[in-house]
């Protein structure tokens, strides 16, 4: 084990690499161990040494690939912190155990992140010259789509395969328009709030189904099919406001409403730091939102442009049925319970927000849901 310049503990995939060939287990060298030693071994690895681990020789990498989604689904939910001047490392942290991972990426100079979708980093050009470009820092998968016609946010891939197969849907960086782009598209297909004096809040992908929320607390379902559709699906009863923040020296709306799903359950919450959230399951039969008061043994992590319902965050020496929070001028992230009191405060490391950085404040980035496509029900 050797440390790593951010203080980490883990395994220089260097120094493997020389035990390789200097050592020997049973008199065989340690690239022919038994495969099911390595699995072993691998599984039990953080996110960035199961990285190095597959790094090592052919045998290793080949059972890094058999472990991989277990000890990717495995991991807890990590910040994706604001960067100033690196243009080329994604730093990752995780609050459980305290440590920063660096991974390297193609640059991202010039780019902004304006979504996080299925693992996948959702960049924008800020000049708008550039095509919208994703890559999964996991597996390293990248999509491109056309460049949109405004500055986006909240953008949400539909099945992240490739861009042949695979429709884009984002809102416009001011809440008032909903765009998305299908593989048969010459262009981008834009939508107004379908209310007057009202605001759009979050997208999500949902049991095969494009969910859009508006900040009154209604939700559409977007229809994606050639004769494309918004019409509404549910209404959770209690008008909520959107908040207007400071952001990039101009006035915007921000929302304090999101939509999440877990299982068999879509959610939506209405949240601001410190004050007693109000969340409503779904009723997908009566299509109403029905006020819950307890989330049983899972968390809800939730962040400007991320947010999920983990199971069991006990796992890793968290807390259940409360709310890990990342607010935007907040450095620290607060653990809060259903009743907004606060039961715990954590560091996400001090980075200051920069109107420059790639990430103007962190988000939340789920490992677990690399692999966990939703793919669009046609029908």
């Known amino acids: 084990m050797t440390k790593r310049k951010d203080g980490v503990e883990g395994i220089d ?17 340690l690239s022919e161990l038994p495969m099911d030693v390595l ?12 990285l190095a681990f597959g790094g090592v020789c052919w045998s290793w990498r080949m059972s890094a690939l058999a ?9 807890p939910p990590l910040v994706v912190l604001p960067s100033i001047s690196v243009d080329k490392v994604l730093s990752l942290y995780n609050i459980f155990e ?39 820092p996991i597996t390293r998968h990248e999509l491109k789509f056309p460049t949109p016609p405004t500055n986006i946010s909240h953008a949400t891939i539909t099945s992240p395969t490739t861009a042949s197969d695979s429709s884009i849907v984002a809102l416009s960086r001011d809440f008032v328009h909903l765009l998305f782009y299908r593989p048969s598209d010459d262009k981008w297909t834009i939508y107004k709030t379908p209310e007057p004096k009202c ?15 508006t900040c009154n607390g209604k939700i559409w379902n977007l229809r994606l099919q050639s004769d494309a559709s918004l019409t509404l699906f549910a209404v959770c009863d209690n008008p909520v406001r959107c908040s207007t923040i400071l952001r990039r020296f101009s006035f915007q709306y921000r929302p304090n409403v999101f939509l999440v799903a877990s299982d068999d359950e879509l959610m939506m919450v ?15 039969e009566t299509r109403k939102g029905v006020v819950t008061n307890s989330l049983g043994d899972r968390a809800l992590f939730i962040a400007d442009m991320s947010r999920a319902l983990i199971r069991n965050p006990t796992k890793w020496g968290g807390r259940s049925n409360c709310i890990y929070a990342l607010d935007y001028y907040l450095d620290p992230i607060y653990v809060l319970s259903l009743e907004g009191k606060i039961l715990q405060t954590l ?25 966990q496509v939703d793919f669009l029900n046609e029908n």
Not at 39 to 50: A, E, P, W
Not at 67 to 75: F, H, L, N, T, Y
Request: contains cysteine; positive net charge; glycine residues 6%.
């Open 13 to 29: 995939d260097g120094a493997l690499k020389k035990r390789i060939t200097s050592e020997k287990s049973d008199g065989r060298p």
């Open 199 to 213: 605001f759009y809040a979050d997208i999500i992908v949902f049991k095969g189904q494009v969910y859009v929320l």
């Open 347 to 371: 560091q996400d490391t001090g980075s200051s927000r920069c109107r420059k950085c790639t990430f103007y404040s962190s988000y939340w980035y789920f490992p677990n849901k690399c692999f």
């Open 270 to 284: 209405n949240f601001r730091v410190f004050t007693r959230p109000k969340i409503f399951k779904v009723d997908l």
């Open 39 to 50: 699995g072993d071994i691998s599984r039990k690895l953080n996110l960035v040494d199961h």
């Open 98 to 136: 305290e440590n920063t991972y660096h991974i390297e990426l193609p640059t991202f100079a010039s780019k902004d992140c304006c979504g996080l979708s299925s693992g996948y980093l959702v960049f924008q050009d800020r000049k708008g010259k550039d095509e919208l470009w994703l890559i999964n």
């Open 67 to 75: 472990s991989e989604r277990d000890v990717i689904a495995s991991q």
